[in-house]
T-cell receptor, first 119, second 110 residues
Framework: SAVISQKPSRDICQRGTSLTIQCQVD?????MFWYRQQPGQSLTLIAT?????????ESGFVIDKFPISRPNLTFSTLTVSNMSPEDSSIYLC????????????????FGPGTRLTVL | RKEVEQDPGPFNVPEGATVAFNCTYS??????FFWYRQDCRKEPKLLMS???SGNEDGRFTAQLNRASQYISLLIRDSKLSDSATYLC???????????FGKGTRLSVIA
């Protein structure tokens, strides 16, 4: 399994400011993912962050709004830029590890999330 | 069809009941499927994976019907601690990225 920590756990921010969320994993992983979970909704993938290359963004998400860093195999950051109330959400970091002996699938483990409120 | 659709819920069941959730998916090329459990204000955690016709783990049984493109989760002898939101998860291609259903909320009542 993987132990994932996120900082901050929660924050209340003013409109127009930016917040950087940190994700730390206790083991080296190739792929890290950033998800958003809006109130009452399921998880939506924002981007996939691989070490040594640009993050891959899903439809509806752009690098200018959600810049991502992946400086090494255990750490990543997601910045929510120029925030508006619509960005209020829980942001979750996730990693993929092979836990099945036959290697058929990989399991995703999630961090505890960062609860962001934008006023 | 949406990529992943689940029973809307909520399901309110008494302790000891058997409850089943269904999930349909649109990507016929998906090879593996997952049920995640999410407790209130917590992160999702893997409950079961399904990559053949089905999988059983104690009181939990997951079944896959590829022809009809649906998976189900059966919980027998429900416990109060089973109260949570159950997320159906399907990869888009290969194993990632994952697409999450909106979840089905289960409340087990004493």
């Amino acid at each position: 399994s993987a132990v994932i920590s996120q900082k901050p756990s929660r924050d209340i921010c003013q409109r127009g400011t930016s917040l950087t969320i940190q994700c730390q994993v206790d083991s080296q992983v190739t792929m890290m993912f950033w998800y958003r979970q809006q109130p009452g909704q399921s998880l939506t993938l924002i981007a996939t962050a691989n070490q040594g290359s640009e993050a891959t963004y899903e439809s509806g998400f752009v690098i200018d709004k959600f810049p991502i860093s992946r400086p090494n195999l255990t750490f990543s950051t997601l910045t929510v830029s120029n925030m508006s109330p619509e960005d209020s959400s829980i942001y979750l970091c996730s990693v993929e590890l092979s836990t099945n002996p036959s290697g058929i699938y990989n399991e995703q483990f999630f961090g505890p999330g960062t609860r962001l409120t934008v006023l | 069809r949406k990529e992943v659709e689940q029973d809307p819920g909520p399901f309110n069941v008494p302790e000891g009941a058997t409850v089943a959730f269904n999930c349909t998916y649109s990507n016929s090329a998906s090879q593996s499927f997952f049920w995640y459990r999410q407790d209130c204000r917590k992160e999702p955690k893997l409950l079961m994976s399904v990559y053949s016709s089905g999988n059983e783990d104690g009181r939990f049984t997951a079944q896959l019907n590829r022809a009809s493109q649906y998976i189900s989760l059966l919980i027998r002898d429900s416990k109060l601690s089973d109260s949570a939101t159950y997320l159906c998860v399907v990869p888009t291609t290969g194993n990632t990225p994952l697409v999450f259903g909106k979840g089905t909320r289960l409340s087990v009542i004493a």
